[in-house]
């Protein structure tokens, strides 16, 4: 027996979008409070000294929760080419804008406090709020897209065209994803900051984090009639073979009202996925009006990955559908890599992903406790 073949190829497939979801989702709950702390840090903070607080509430651990997004790159490129192939290139100008402010980040960190002069400082503050705003308005942005279909089509030989252009993607469903990934990342981050600041700076944080968490459950409930009422899904229509070969031009696929609500209504325990999405964020508000710091970042985590786990159930087998040809629409079970592939990706993920969970965890082991006013003036235990 060939070893791969002791996990068959469908259950690989199955597997593999599971995991993609996992990193997609540690991303946004990890590097997520990043993203809306950077985001805030323009609003909750005063002072050159309130500032640092808030720099250093996220700045010993932004680079470690980036690799969830290093990895969900990686899982894209490799599980999932043709994905990779479509949203990347489709997608070029808003991802080279999130790059960017991504790049903006870690300079913003490594030069602010090089000098003294506040309009030095100001304009580095800036770029952290760049690059906390721009890659969580973009990302849901892109969600939104994928939610209505992408203007791409293949070739016979399975050449990829993309028809759209930048200014497509700024649509009113889109921008509303857009808008409900900023409230939820910066509700996250400012249970974050309830967790690592004190004082005015982590008042101020509560006050936006309530603000945005009302917000998200809201705006995340009009999305969700916006999408039943305007936005039509895709449906498969010919027999899917779980175990055929990746080529997605072998199937029939038609846009069909209320499609991607097909799921639930066949499986009803499902709605629990976008429950804990506005549970989670409701939740979070209540905790912090009632300033329990721990359990409103847990509950705005749950918030989070309900909210980015309703996407793929409702849209599951389908992960990029195609508006120019819908039959060209891609599936789980008709874009991934080879069997063999997928195998070798899991047990190299079964290695490292324990790995990286031990870590991560040990460094937040380590560096708990609450940001000291006293020791950033001191220019002790604190980088920047």
Not at 37 to 50: C, H, I, K, N, Q
Not at 98 to 110: N, Q, T
Not at 171 to 176: D, K, Q, S
Not at 278 to 284: I, K, M, Q, V
Request: proline share 5%; with cysteine; aromatic share 12%.
């Amino acid at each position: 027996m060939i070893l791969h073949d002791l996990i068959a190829y469908d259950v690989l497939r199955f597997i593999w979008w599971l995991l993609l979801g996992v990193l997609l989702i540690g991303f946004a709950v990890t590097d997520g409070f990043d993203l809306g702390t950077g985001t805030l840090l323009p609003f909750v903070a005063r002072t050159d000294l309130e500032r640092r607080v808030v720099i250093n509430a996220i700045g010993p651990t932004w680079e470690g929760n980036q690799v969830w997004l290093v990895l969900g790159g990686g899982a894209i490129f490799a599980a999932w080419p043709q994905l990779y192939a479509v949203s990347f290139s489709g997608f070029y100008l808003a991802m080279f804008a999130v790059l960017v402010a991504l790049i903006l980040r870690p300079v913003a960190f490594k030069f602010r406090s090089k000098r003294e002069d506040p309009k030095w400082r100001s304009r580095w503050d800036a770029a952290l709020f760049v690059g906390g705003f721009v890659p969580a308005l973009i990302f849901g942005v892109a969600m939104g897209n994928v939610l209505q279909g992408v203007p791409f089509r293949l070739e016979d030989d399975m050449r990829i065209f993309y028809d759209g252009t930048f200014f497509g993607l700024l649509n009113p469903f889109a921008l509303l994803c857009g808008v409900i990934s900023v409230t939820m990342l910066v509700m996250h981050g400012a249970a974050w900051l309830q967790v690592k600041t004190a004082g005015a700076v982590a008042e101020r944080a509560r006050a936006f984090g309530v603000v945005c968490a009302v917000l998200t459950v809201v705006l995340y409930a009009l999305a969700g009639l916006f999408m039943h009422w305007f936005v039509a899904g895709y449906a498969v229509t010919s027999p899917i073979d779980v175990l055929g070969p990746s080529n997605p031009l072998n199937k029939t696929v038609v846009v069909q009202e209320a499609a991607w609500f097909a799921n639930y209504a066949a499986h009803p325990v499902l709605w629990l996925v976008p429950a804990a999405g506005l549970l989670g964020a409701l939740l979070a508000m209540l905790m912090l009006i009632a300033r329990r710091a721990l359990t409103a970042l847990l509950f705005s985590g749950v918030g989070i990955a309900g909210i980015i786990g309703s996407v793929g159930v409702s849209m599951f087998p389908v992960i990029l559908p195609s508006t120019v040809n819908p039959s060209a629409s891609l599936m789980v079970w008709d874009s991934s890599s080879s069997h063999l592939t997928l195998f070798i990706m899991l047990v190299c993920t079964a290695i490292f992903m324990p790995i990286i969970l031990a870590y991560t965890t040990w460094v937040f082991s380590v560096l708990r406790g609450k940001v000291d006013p006293a020791a950033i003036e001191g220019g002790k235990d604190h980088a920047y």
